[in-house]
C-alpha cells in the first residue's frame, strides 16, 4: 500500500492555473508526510474558484510559481504510484507544464474514483464525488484544501484496498476493464438481451453516456465556440461516460467553454449558460466549469486509459505499462468498441492537441 495521493485547487476555470497542491505520501497504507504550497498562477482569479477553496491573489503573492514547484514535485512523484481522485488533477498538472514549456513527467496514475466505483456497487455511476465517499468511509476533513483532500483521498484508497482484497497492481488493471465484466456491451430491451451499438441520442436534447467511462455520472454542457464540431465533441464526452445535455440545468455537473470564451471571462460578458451555471453554484449546486482544452485532455486521459491503444495522444504511445496481454483478450470494454468506429479524422484532430 504505498503510493503518493495529489490534490491541486484552480484559480479559474483553466486548469493550468494551479494556485495551491497538495502532496500525501503514503507507506503500508499509513500516511508518512505531507506536504502543500500555494502557488502564483500568474492568472486571474474567478470568483467562484474562490468561493469554493477561498484562496485570493493576494494569498499567492509571494508564493513560488508553478516552474519553481514543478521540478521539485517531479523528483518526489517519480518511480512511485501517484493516485488523485478523478483525472482533473491530473490533468491540471499536464496543463501546467505545457503553460510553461516544462516537461511533463511520466508517471504511473490511478485515478481513485475507478477505484470507489468497481468496489462498492451503490457509487458504479454516481455519488462518487470525494466529499460523499469520504463520509461514507468515516474521514474527516476540509472539503477543497489540496493537503486534506490529497490525503482523504489516501485514505479512501485504504480503505478500497483492504475491502476489496486486493493490490494495487491488481487494481492498475482492473480499473481498465469495465465495472461489470459479465454484463459488458449487454443492454436489457423488451425482457431480452442485446449488445450495445454506440451511444445513442435520449432525445433532441440528450445523449446518453457510456456506463462504464470513467467520468459516467457526470452531466456535460457545452457553451460557446467550440474547435470541434458540436456532435463531434458530444460522441467524445459521452464515450467517457458524460451525459450531454444542450441546457444547464439542476442535474449539470460540468460546463465545458470554448477556449476562445473563456479568454475573454475576466470581466467581459459570459455566456447565458456560462451565468446560469454559476447561479447554480452560489446556491450550492457542485459545477465544475472548465475549458475545451482541458474537456479534450480528459478525453485522452481517460480514454487511453479505459482503451489502451484507441487514442491517439503522444502520452499513450509513450506509456509502458498496460494491462497484460491476457487480460485484454478477456474483456473488450464498451469504450474500445465505440472508439473503434469514430472517424480517424477525429483521432487527427486529437493528436495535433
Not at 54 to 78: F, S, Y
Not at 228 to 243: E, F, I, K, Y
Not at 248 to 256: D, N, Q, S
Not at 321 to 331: I, Y
Request: glycine share 8%; with cysteine; net charge positive.
Amino acid at each position: 500500500m504505498n503510493f503518493i495521493a495529489i490534490d491541486v485547487e484552480t484559480a479559474n476555470p483553466d486548469l493550468s492555473s494551479i494556485c495551491q497542491i497538495g502532496v500525501a505520501i503514503f507507506r503500508n497504507g499509513e500516511l508518512l508526510k505531507k506536504w502543500q504550497s500555494l502557488v502564483n498562477p500568474e492568472d486571474y482569479f474567478d470568483p467562484i474558484n474562490v468561493s469554493v477553496h477561498g484562496i485570493e491573489k493576494r494569498h499567492v503573492l509571494n508564493a513560488p510559481r508553478w516552474p519553481t514547484i514543478a521540478p521539485k514535485l517531479a523528483r518526489v512523484l517519480d518511480g512511485h504510484l501517484v493516485v488523485s481522485h478523478s483525472s482533473f488533477d491530473r490533468t491540471a498538472l499536464q496543463r501546467a507544464c505545457q503553460k510553461y514549456s516544462l516537461p511533463i513527467p511520466q508517471l504511473r496514475w490511478l485515478d481513485t474514483t475507478g477505484v470507489v466505483r468497481r468496489t462498492w456497487p451503490q457509487f458504479a455511476t454516481k455519488g462518487y464525488g470525494l466529499g460523499n465517499v469520504a463520509k461514507f468511509c468515516g474521514i474527516e476533513f476540509q472539503h477543497h484544501d489540496a493537503l486534506e483532500d490529497a490525503i482523504a483521498a489516501g485514505h479512501i484508497l485504504v480503505h478500497a484496498l483492504r475491502h476489496s482484497g486486493m493490490t494495487l497492481e491488481e487494481w492498475e488493471t482492473r480499473v481498465t476493464l469495465p465495472i461489470n465484466p459479465r454484463r459488458a456491451g449487454r443492454t436489457k430491451t423488451a425482457g431480452r438481451t442485446k449488445t450495445a451499438g454506440p451511444f445513442q441520442q435520449k432525445s433532441l436534447t440528450k445523449l446518453a453516456g457510456n456506463p462504464d467511462g470513467h467520468l459516467s455520472g457526470e452531466t456535460l454542457v457545452f457553451t460557446g465556440s467550440l474547435s470541434l464540431p458540436r456532435p463531434d465533441a458530444a460522441q467524445l464526452a459521452a464515450s467517457v461516460g458524460c451525459t450531454v445535455a444542450n441546457s444547464v440545468t439542476k442535474k449539470t455537473t460540468l460546463l465545458v467553454v470554448g477556449d476562445q470564451d473563456l479568454d475573454h471571462l475576466n470581466g467581459h460578458t459570459k455566456s447565458s449558460k456560462h451565468r446560469k451555471a454559476e447561479d447554480l453554484m452560489a446556491k450550492g449546486q457542485a459545477i465544475r466549469i472548465i475549458s475545451e482544452t482541458d474537456f479534450l485532455a480528459l478525453v485522452k486521459h481517460t480514454g487511453a486509459r479505459a482503451c489502451g491503444k484507441s487514442l491517439p495522444s503522444s502520452e499513450a504511445k509513450r506509456a509502458k505499462r498496460g494491462p497484460p496481454a491476457k487480460v485484454a483478450r478477456q474483456a473488450v470494454s464498451p469504450l474500445e468498441r465505440y472508439f473503434a468506429g469514430l472517424p480517424r479524422s477525429l483521432f487527427k484532430w486529437l493528436a495535433r492537441l
